[in-house]
């Protein structure tokens, strides 16, 4: 009966199922629920060197304080690993995957690059910004926490896993 009542109370919360859709042209992220606009944020997206991709995604993982490794491509050679909490990690507070492993959704403390095609790929956002659609995405996901569990994870200096239970589709176009 628990499980029968926790599986309505989730579809009469969640009116539509929720998708994503990114325009590297008009440098937005949507959040949508039954096709209705809920969120709106504004990001930095890929450089023309570097473009984020277009395409079909999925969401299914978010890495809570993450620690940063310099990939292995020319633009990061003699970049150093910066762990998580680290002023001068790029990452910064969250990265939510959308095309593992190289390209995320994430943080950034460069604001004057929001709007702008900076990126090495990936989707930059106001810190701030990256949180909330962080915790929205595993409450819908699957995976809801309280204020406490992201206090906790955020403070304690070590990165947190989180496998959605339902991945979130997300297009990225122009």
Not at 110 to 130: F, N, Q, T
Not at 140 to 154: L, M, N, R, S, T
């Amino acid at each position: 009966m628990f499980a029968l009542t926790f599986v309505l109370s989730f579809f009469l919360a969640t009116p539509g199922p929720v998708t994503m859709a990114a325009s590297t042209q008009k440098k937005i992220l949507v959040v949508r629920v039954g096709g209705k606009d809920i969120k709106r944020y504004d990001v930095a997206v890929g450089s023309k060197k570097h473009p984020t991709p277009h395409g079909r995604f999925t969401v299914r993982r978010i890495v809570w304080n993450p620690a940063w490794v310099p990939p292995d491509e020319p633009w990061a050679k003699g970049k150093k690993a910066t762990p998580p909490g680290h002023p001068k990690n790029p990452m910064k507070v969250v990265k939510i995957f959308f095309q593992e492993p190289d390209y995320y959704i994430h943080g950034t403390d460069d604001e004057d690059s929001i709007g702008e095609a900076a990126s090495h790929g990936c989707l930059r956002m106001r810190v701030s910004d990256a949180f909330d659609l962080a915790r929205y995405l595993m409450k819908v996901g699957g995976v809801p926490k309280d204020d406490a569990w992201f206090e906790q994870v955020i403070g304690r200096g070590k990165p947190a896993d989180v496998r959605m239970s339902r991945v979130v589709p997300m297009v990225i176009g122009k």
